[in-house]
Structure formats: structure tokens, C-alpha cells
């Protein structure tokens, strides 16, 4: 039997109708609700990813110091104020080509050339694979080639910087390993002090009196100055070369010939510049070496000197000194950052009395009045001080400076030759090294010495003071969970009250 045409399939009865229904003319509501909302969406999708890629194109146009934080321990990235200084003064247009093979690129100098170039727009990096271009380099330089170094260029000047140079290692006789430090933010400074600088100071080293041999570490820290050292020997030279900006003679174990000490005093007397550093040679004297120091008004005392207050001398060792800076040139980068210098084993030196109007003394570093010199040296029987030795205090660094007209003469002397050892500054956190570098420049007359840390690659455990673990014991075991509890009743009677 056919089925009538209103029947439902399954009951055959016609469909109920609801003749109250509102007339909507074919069109369901809810689905054109519903498209309208997917439309919104799809606009607002559309209107988020270009403010995306908007923002992004506007972030990479931001310079490097603005989008790279540097979280590392110590900021290694950071760039200090000598950097800008150097980098923001540049006239000129400084490349730096970058010697790497694709994908070996270090990281750590990755990020440290970036923020180079967010400082000034005359900075231009260009990386050169060694592989693609075997002989790019030997226009530059003659040395060994390492990956993820560096050649800066200005015009026809250029230098070389090592990898070996930007990542250095430093033995730790504490442990018995090297500890690893990164150095990109010297050699790099440095390097472009060298390309732009016109005037490259050099330094004689004086030879042929069983003098010590300059470290190489502190050798190094000076050159970082662009400052060039060479030897003399006056034996067989007849006069100090024209170009010396400065002689240095470094803890002879022999005295000076009387026709070198003529020679030294009229390099002197003509505008020279000379730094001493002189051991205690147990009794030993150099006559014609202290002749020419007491001509510039300091004389050195027998013995050498203990240090009686223990807050200047190194963990209760009364000959390791600490001796107290005072203001000078050389001295107010290291007071300005609270450093230290030790000086073992150290003379004491006394200001003569009778010095020339023209000449000025400072005794840049000076022992306290607790401090005396045992005559004995090191035959002393006792440490404590005892009849004949000499009460202090003593000065063991001074500056001699005359000036006789347009004439001016620099005389530094300490009376330590460890001052110079390495792992004696690393005990004063590089202290020691500091004023080294600081005095090179000053008597050559650099303008601002580069003297930019190491900063260490080896973690570092958070040290906290035994006070500080009780208080921030009671804060977190006592007082923040009262304080949870307290919100945590609070919140539940405000509940239970609606």
C-alpha cells in the first residue's frame, strides 16, 4: 500500500506542525551564528599574525644589546664602559673577517661579535670558510689560523685575534686543572685600539744584569695596550734608543756599570720614563742602581719588611703585604673597584730630605705604622720585631715625577719582584696585573690603559653567609606558610559568609 505523502517513514502518521513557529524564510539561526563567529575568528587570526610578523620585522631591526639578554654568570657578553668608549669614538670603517667554516660557528663569539655591531654602524662582519678560502688569510698574518678567529681590519692596518686568544685557560694550583676564561672583549678592543691608534708606544727592557724574565701573562696584558716591548742592552748600545717612550729594568741580581748609569740619567734628564722593580737580594747592594733612585729622592732600607697589622698583610703572613693605595693615576682604577695588591717579600722605601723643588714624590703604596723591616733578612731567627730592625712605615711603591721647564721625567719603583708572578695576582683577583698595565700606560701616555678581566667560563657556587641561610630559613620554613594558612582561613570564612 502506497504510504500517504505526509507520513513519517517509520510510523506512518503525518508529522506533528507547530503552527506558532516564527517564520525564518528557509534559513537556520544557529548555523548563521555560527558562520559570523568562524568569520570573526578568522579575521582576528589574520589581524594577530601580522602584528606577529610586524613586531618580529621591527625586533630584528633592534640592535643586539637590546634583544639579547645576557643571563651567563658574571655577563661574559656585557661590554664594559672602555669598549663603548673606544668602539662609539670610531671615525673609520672596521671589518672584522671572521675565519670559520660553515656550521662551526661559536657561539659564545657569535653573540659577543653581534653586540660589537650594535655599537656603532662602523662595525662590518664578514665571515671567510678557510676551506672555500684557503688563502685569505695570509694577506694578514703569517700565524697559525685557528677556527672561530678573528682578523680586524682598518684600511692597511690589521691584527690578528686568535680563538686561542678569545678562550684562554689558566692553571689552578689550588686544584690542580686549569681553569678556562673568556677574553673576546680584550683581544677584540684591543685589536681595534691597534687599527686606529697612530702612535704605538715601545718599551726597552734593560739587559745583561741577571735581570728576570717578564712573564708572559703580564707580557700579554701589556701588548693588550698596543704597547711593544723590546730588550737593550747598554753594554753595547751607546745611548737609549730615540723611539723609547720608557726603559723598564726588572730585578737585577747585578749592578749597573757607571758609563749605563750616565746613560740612563741623561735619557732621564731629557723627558724619559723608567720603571724599576728591585728584589731583596739578602744584603746585597746595587750602589750605582740605588745611586740613580736617591737621585730622584727615595732610598731603600736593609732588610724587608713585616706587616704587623693582619689586616695588610695576606691571612696573618706578615711579609705577604697589603699595602695601603693612595691616589694617583696609576692607582684610582684599582681603588675605584676595591682591588688589592700583594707584595711579598717587599723593601721598604723612605723619602730623602732634602728633594729638589722641582721633583715630587708619592708613595702610591705604603705599609702601616705596625710594620718593620728585620735587618736580618732571611737569616732572621724570629718574626717578631726585635732590637735593630727598622720601624715603619715604609712605602714599597713610589712615584718620582720632576719637571725642569717644558721637561718632564717619570721614575716608578717597586720593591717586589713577585708583584709580577700570575698566581700571586690571581690571589688579589688580578690586582697585581692591574697596576702593572696601569703604570705602562701612564709613563707612555696612553690615554685610557685597556685594562678589561678575564671573565671565568667555570661555574660558580652561589655562596651564602651562615646568617643569611637562618633568615631566609625562618622566612620560607616559618613566615611564608603562615602567612599561606592565614590567606587560606581568610578565603574559606569569606566563602562560608555568602
Known amino acids: ?120 654602524d662602523k662595525i662590518h662582519i664578514e665571515k671567510k670558510d678557510p676551506l672555500v678560502h684557503p688563502n685569505f688569510a695570509t694577506q694578514y698574518t703569517t700565524d697559525t689560523l685557528y677556527n672561530n678567529s678573528l682578523i680586524v681590519v682598518n684600511g692597511e692596518r690589521s691584527k690578528y685575534v686568535s680563538y686561542n686568544d678569545i678562550v684562554t685557560s689558566v692553571y689552578d694550583s689550588a686544584t690542580g686543572g686549569y681553569a678556562y676564561q673568556y677574553e673576546a672583549e680584550s683581544a677584540i678592543t684591543s685589536a681595534i685600539d691597534y687599527v686606529t691608534s697612530d702612535d704605538l708606544p715601545v718599551v726597552y727592557i734593560l739587559q745583561g744584569h741577571g735581570e728576570l724574565t717578564l712573564p708572559t701573562e703580564m707580557r700579554k696584558a701589556v701588548q693588550k695596550q698596543n704597547i711593544t716591548f723590546a730588550n737593550l742592552n747598554l753594554l753595547s748600545t751607546p745611548a737609549v ?85 693612595s691616589s694617583h693615576a696609576i692607582t684610582t682604577p684599582l681603588i675605584d673597584e676595591g682591588f688589592y695588591v700583594l707584595m711579598p717579600i717587599a723593601q721598604g722605601l723612605t723619602v730623602t730630605g732634602d728633594t729638589r723643588d722641582t721633583l715630587t714624590v708619592t708613595e702610591i703604596l705604603k705599609t702601616t705604622e705596625q710594620s718593620y723591616s728585620k735587618v736580618a733578612g732571611f737569616n732572621l731567627t724570629t718574626e717578631a720585631m726585635e732590637e735593630g730592625d727598622i720601624v715603619g712605615p715604609f712605602a714599597v711603591g713610589t712615584v718620582m715625577t720632576e719637571t725642569v721647564g717644558d721637561t718632564t721625567t717619570n721614575v716608578v719603583w717597586y720593591t717586589a719582584s713577585e708583584l709580577l708572578n700570575p698566581e700571586i695576582s690571581t690571589l688579589v683577583a688580578g690586582g697585581n696585573q692591574d697596576l702593572f698595565v696601569n703604570t705602562m700606560a701612564w709613563m707612555c701616555e696612553r690615554d685610557q690603559a685597556i685594562a678589561i678581566h678575564a671573565k671565568s667560563l667555570t661555574a660558580e657556587q652561589l655562596t651564602i653567609p ?33
Open 1 to 120: 500500500m502506497a504510504k500517504k505523502e505526509n507520513q513519517t517513514p517509520e510510523t506512518g502518521a503525518a508529522p506533528e506542525t507547530n503552527n506558532n513557529a516564527p517564520e525564518t524564510g528557509g534559513k537556520k539561526p544557529v548555523k548563521n551564528r555560527a558562520f559570523r563567529a568562524g568569520g570573526y575568528s578568522i579575521v582576528v587570526s589574520v589581524v594577530v599574525i601580522a602584528i606577529v610578523v610586524v613586531v618580529n620585522m621591527l625586533v630584528g631591526l633592534l640592535p643586539a644589546t637590546a634583544t639579547q639578554l645576557d643571563l651567563t654568570p658574571g655577563q661574559i657578553f656585557e661590554l664594559g664602559e672602555q669598549t663603548e668608549t673606544i668602539v662609539g669614538g670610531l671615525e673609520d670603517d672596521i671589518t672584522f673577517y671572521w675565519l670559520v667554516q660553515n656550521g662551526q660557528e661559536d657561539n659564545y663569539v657569535t653573540q659577543s661579535l653581534d653586540r660589537y655591531a650594535a655599537l656603532s
Open 241 to 325: 734608543p730615540e723611539d723609547a717612550d720608557a726603559l723598564f729594568i726588572y730585578a737585577p741580581e747585578r749592578d749597573l756599570s757607571t758609563e749605563e748609569t750616565a746613560l740612563l740619567k741623561e735619557y732621564l734628564m731629557g723627558g724619559g720614563n723608567l720603571l724599576v722593580i728591585t728584589d731583596y737580594l739578602n744584603g746585597e747592594l746595587l750602589p750605582n742602581l740605588q745611586g740613580l733612585m736617591a737621585y730622584y729622592g727615595v732610598e731603600v732600607q736593609d732588610g724587608f719588611v713585616f706587616e704587623g697589622n693582619n689586616n695588610r698583610n695576606l691571612r696573618g703572613v706578615p711579609y705577604y703585604l697589603l699595602p695601603q693605595i
Open 466 to 498: 651562615s646568617s643569611a641561610i637562618t633568615a631566609l630559613s625562618v622566612v620560607f620554613i616559618g613566615v611564608v606558610p603562615v602567612v599561606l594558612i592565614a590567606i587560606g582561613v581568610i578565603v574559606m570564612v569569606r566563602r562560608r559568609r555568602r
